[in-house]
């Protein structure tokens, strides 16, 4: 079935989002827009009153690519959010991958910079210590699983196993201001998922949590 048509049938108004649940954005308009696809996948977060609290969670299309692998955001969204939710038992606020191409005889990896919280009480207390060795690990495998050319590329060596970088409380809101600082609409900022700006890296590697 061609992933570009889109099902009637599936789907749904704003008001019926379910929380917890993710869904891809398709909007029509007086101005001639029919069915169009943004690429923009939100996740409904809550309801205040009748209307749903969304966030975006990843755009479709777009790719890591460090040695010829192409893992598409969506595949390194799932392999994350599914890590930290069952294994690490934490939730995830925010993220942002960085590719490192490193000198020497280094071999590229991914860098992905997360911000935290815990799942007690409200859900709302910032996680800030590093992960452990075991941890990484563990999204480094659930990479592998989502993206066999993934797991080829780590068998034979071509790319070196994923570091995780735990950020500060508040770091995604100063990316979101340097953004606004340099012109971008405070209305159509998206977090990037992968970042590729030397100043966004610089706030994300200037705030990150070393142990």
Not at 102 to 126: C, H, M, Q, W
Not at 167 to 189: H, P, W
Request: glycine share 6%.
């Amino acid at each position: 079935k061609d992933d570009d048509i889109v099902d009637p049938e599936k789907t749904l108004f704003i008001e019926q989002l379910e929380p917890g649940k993710e869904y891809e954005v398709i909007i029509t308009n007086l101005t001639g827009l029919y069915r169009y696809r943004f690429g923009d996948v939100i996740r409904c977060v809550d309801y205040r009153h009748e209307a749903p609290v969304v966030e975006v969670a990843f755009r479709k299309g777009q790719f890591l690519n460090a040695s010829g692998e192409r893992t598409s955001e969506e595949t390194f969204y799932k392999a994350l959010s599914n890590t930290v939710t069952n294994d690490w038992g934490l939730n995830l606020k925010e993220y942002t991958t960085v590719e490192y191409f490193l000198k020497g005889n280094r071999k590229p990896r991914y860098i992905v910079f997360v911000e935290l919280s815990d799942t007690a009480g409200n859900g709302n207390k910032a996680v800030e210590r590093s992960m452990n060795k075991e941890e990484k690990m563990q999204l480094d495998k659930a990479l592998g699983k989502e993206n066999k050319s993934y797991e080829v590329l780590r068998n034979i060596g071509r790319l070196e196993a994923i570091e995780v970088i735990t950020v500060r409380s508040g770091t995604f809101e100063k990316l979101r201001q340097e953004m606004i600082s340099n012109g971008v609409s405070a209305t159509q900022i998206k977090q990037p998922r992968v970042t590729r700006n030397a100043k966004l890296i610089k706030i994300l590697e200037e705030e990150s949590i070393v142990s």
